[in-house]
């Protein structure tokens, strides 16, 4: 962890994300260890590298990129249920689920997105930090749903901002165990998404919250079904 502790002790750069991570963390009551802030500094420092080439994030300075990123994945920690297998679909840079999986090693996260070069990207930060359990897959998340491996496997599946409500559960309950629940990451208009026909199919949970310093909106939409 030497080189990983560095980042944030001697990168100018990341220092003051590690901080603004810490500080952020605690406003939002999730517990977190100075190994884990530096495993998301090194996830951090690497989208800031690879976006140079690949459009990962609009998001390129250090301290808006803690919050918005990783402030914004930590949010979803309170949220979790006893989850043991959780597909986050069009993870683009790993959000919220890298985050998530430093916090939470004994869940198993599978990251899908449709473009190769992010998927690329994603393998080789999950090398970079060491992490296991996780994989990232290179797909269409509507063929998943014919795949035997990926067909009602999963205890969760989550998205930031990835589709409109109603078309991400569509994705989504196919990949569904029985009992299988559905988190929808989404901004201020949130509630606007949540349909007649969404009502009538599921049971659903709304949580709004706020990004600590920007004090942007945010909803958690859990759906389960009735």
Known sequence: MVLLDSLCSQNP???????????GSEKIAVKITDE?????????????????????TAIVDPLAMAEKHFIDALA???FLGKEKRIMDMGTGGGFPSIPLKILNP??????VDSSRKKVNFLKHVIRTLGLENIGAIHSRVEDLAFEDSHAGTYDAVMSRAFAGLEKFVGFALPLLKPAGKIYALKGKHAPDEITPALKS??????????????????YMIQLGKL
């Not at 750069?13 to 500080?23: A, D, L, P, T, Y």
């Not at 004994?106 to 990251?111: A, G």
Request: aromatic fraction near 10%.
């Open 106 to 111: 004994s869940i198993h996260f599978v990251l």
């Open 36 to 56: 884990q802030i530096s495993l998301m500094a090194a996830h951090a420092a690497e989208l800031i590298l690879w976006n140079k080439k690949i459009n990962l």
């Open 76 to 78: 979803v920690q309170p």
């Open 201 to 218: 199919q599921f049971e659903i949970r709304t949580d709004h919250y706020q990004l600590p310093f920007e004090k942007s909106d945010r």
């Open 13 to 23: 750069g990341m220092i003051g994300f590690c901080e603004r991570v810490k500080q």
